[in-house]
T-cell receptor, first 111, second 109 residues
Framework: NAGVMQNPRHLVRRRGQEARLRCSPM?????VYWYRQLPEEGLKFMVYLQKENIIDESGMPKERFSAEFPKEGPSILRIQQVVRGDSAAYFC?????????FGPGTRLTVL | TQLLEQSPQFLSIQEGENLTVYCNSS?????LQWYRQEPGEGPVLLVTVVTGGEVKKLKRLTFQFGDARKDSSLHITAAQPGDTGLYLCAGVGNEKLTFGTGTRLTIIP
């Protein structure tokens, strides 16, 4: 049973471009969470999704950020018009009910 | 805003020594978890504590949950270089995790 998969592992974008981060949950997991980690800091909750539904997006910036978890395929975290402050590690976690299992993260660098 | 403060922020000790790291919250959580994160990887769950006053042991690691369920500690006995990493506590509530500020532990051989 493969763990949570995230791709790409590293992503470099120039200011103003779009970043798309993908997360494939563990088999059988219907809950997906996205967290952001700035250098030398803990993880900050961004959004909680179930299939085709956003349950809690209280940690998402109001602009430029969106997330989806379609009926088929991976969950996508999309950042439009990236700025340098978006540079961080973005982690996805999936869960069958309560315990969350984390992926290896996508490290986004904005030049 | 729920906030979890961890102390110390950085800790560097010799192999074989004992250490304790702390996680203090301004709020009560339904449960509290401890994670270890290696460089370039996601956090890995070590333990979940649920009941106030609970103590759990995982080999050389001992986890305590405060009576008021607002603070926790992690004690490592006879630290080894393999214990090096970022230790994060996380409060569980409202279907999401609130992570602490982290303790970066380095064990010197």
């Amino acid at each position: 049973n493969a763990g949570v998969m995230q791709n790409p592992r590293h992503l470099v974008r120039r200011r103003g471009q779009e970043a798309r981060l993908r997360c494939s949950p563990m088999k059988g997991h219907s809950h997906v969470y996205w967290y952001r980690q700035l250098p030398e800091e803990g993880l900050k909750f961004m959004v909680y999704l179930q299939k085709e539904n956003i349950i809690d997006e209280s940690g998402m910036p109001k602009e430029r950020f969106s997330a989806e978890f379609p009926k088929e395929g991976p969950s996508i975290l999309r950042i439009q018009q990236v700025v340098r402050g978006d540079s961080a590690a973005y982690f996805c976690a999936s869960s069958p009910d309560r315990e969350q299992f984390f992926g290896p993260g996508t490290r986004l660098t904005v030049l | 805003t729920q906030l979890l403060e961890q102390s110390p922020q950085f800790l560097s000790i010799q192999e074989g020594e004992n250490l304790t790291v702390y996680c203090n919250s301004s709020s009560v959580f339904s449960s509290l978890q401890w994670y270890r994160q290696e460089p370039g990887e996601g956090p890995v769950l070590l333990v979940t504590v649920v009941t106030g006053g609970e103590v759990k042991k995982l080999k050389r690691l001992t986890f305590q949950f405060g009576d008021a369920r607002k603070d926790s500690s992690l004690h490592i006995t006879a630290a080894q270089p393999g214990d090096t990493g970022l230790y994060l506590c996380a409060g569980v509530g409202n279907e999401k995790l609130t992570f602490g500020t982290g303790t970066r532990l380095t064990i010197i051989p």
